[in-house]
């Protein structure tokens, strides 16, 4: 699963600054080496994105919300001791992840992982572990692959929120580089 793109304000403003591309500049007017270099910026600040749809792949590693009270979801929110996983509480940061916006996703699933104790931890784990065998990932045992999507979960979220709270402005990273360059 990968979500739209989402760009982030600030991306027009470095291709303003780096590649003098207004944002009314026709497409079509770019050159090879332009275009390259779109390509280039894009990559260079897509680490937000890039998170983001780590994290959309994990979420979609699970099983989708049913009607039975006692779903997944509902085992999840009792082993973890988080009403974070119920799908009201969490529906709505999906779906804006899946639109490129993963931010919401990413605070609210390292809230629910940083109220986790040792022992809702392993047993949030072991109902993951359950899932995602159900769906196919196998050749360990359960609570190692729960372990391993918590984990994940939670460097990947991480990365979503550094990712977006180092988006700095173009003055940010020309001081940056200026100051690395003096040195």
Same mark, same amino acid.
């Given at each position: 699963?990968?979500?739209?793109? #989402?760009?982030? #304000?600030?991306?027009?403003?470095?291709?303003?600054? #780096?590649?003098?591309?207004?944002?009314?500049?026709?497409?079509?007017?770019? +050159? =090879?080496?332009?275009?390259? !270099?779109? %390509?280039?910026? %894009?990559?260079?600040?897509?680490?937000?994105?890039?998170?983001? $749809? #780590?994290?959309?792949?994990?979420?979609?590693?699970?099983?989708?919300?049913?009607?039975?009270? *006692?779903?997944?979801?509902?085992?999840?929110?009792?082993?973890?001791?988080? +009403?974070?996983?119920?799908?009201? !509480?969490?529906?709505?940061?999906?779906?804006?992840?899946?639109?490129?916006?993963?931010?919401?996703?990413?605070?609210?699933?390292?809230?629910?992982?940083?109220?986790?104790?040792?022992?809702?931890?392993? $047993?949030?784990?072991? =109902?993951?572990?359950? $899932?995602?065998?159900? !769906?196919?990932?196998?050749?360990?045992?359960?609570?190692?692959?729960? *372990?391993?999507?918590?984990?994940? $979960?939670? %460097?990947?979220?991480?990365?979503? =929120?550094? %990712?977006?709270? *180092?988006?700095?402005?173009?003055?940010?990273?020309?001081?940056?580089?200026?100051?690395?360059?003096?040195?």
């Amino acid at each position: 699963m990968v979500p739209d793109v #989402h760009q982030p #304000h600030t991306f027009a403003e470095f291709l303003e600054v #780096h590649l003098n591309l207004t944002p009314e500049f026709e497409a079509a007017g770019l +050159s =090879v080496e332009q275009v390259a !270099n779109v %390509a280039l910026l %894009a990559v260079a600040h897509s680490d937000a994105y890039a998170a983001t $749809a #780590h994290l959309v792949s994990l979420m979609g590693g699970l099983p989708v919300p049913s009607d039975d009270p *006692k779903d997944f979801w509902f085992r999840l929110w009792q082993a973890s001791g988080s +009403s974070i996983f119920m799908p009201p !509480n969490i529906t709505s940061q999906v779906l804006r992840a899946l639109n490129g916006d993963g931010t919401g996703l990413a605070y609210q699933l390292l809230s629910a992982f940083e109220e986790m104790d040792r022992e809702q931890r392993a $047993a949030a784990g072991l =109902v993951i572990g359950q $899932a995602l065998e159900e !769906n196919g990932v196998s050749g360990y045992r359960q609570v190692k692959l729960g *372990k391993w999507w918590l984990r994940d $979960a939670e %460097a990947t979220a991480w990365r979503v =929120v550094y %990712a977006t709270q *180092k988006t700095g402005s173009v003055d940010r990273q020309i001081d940056f580089q200026e100051g690395w360059r003096q040195r």
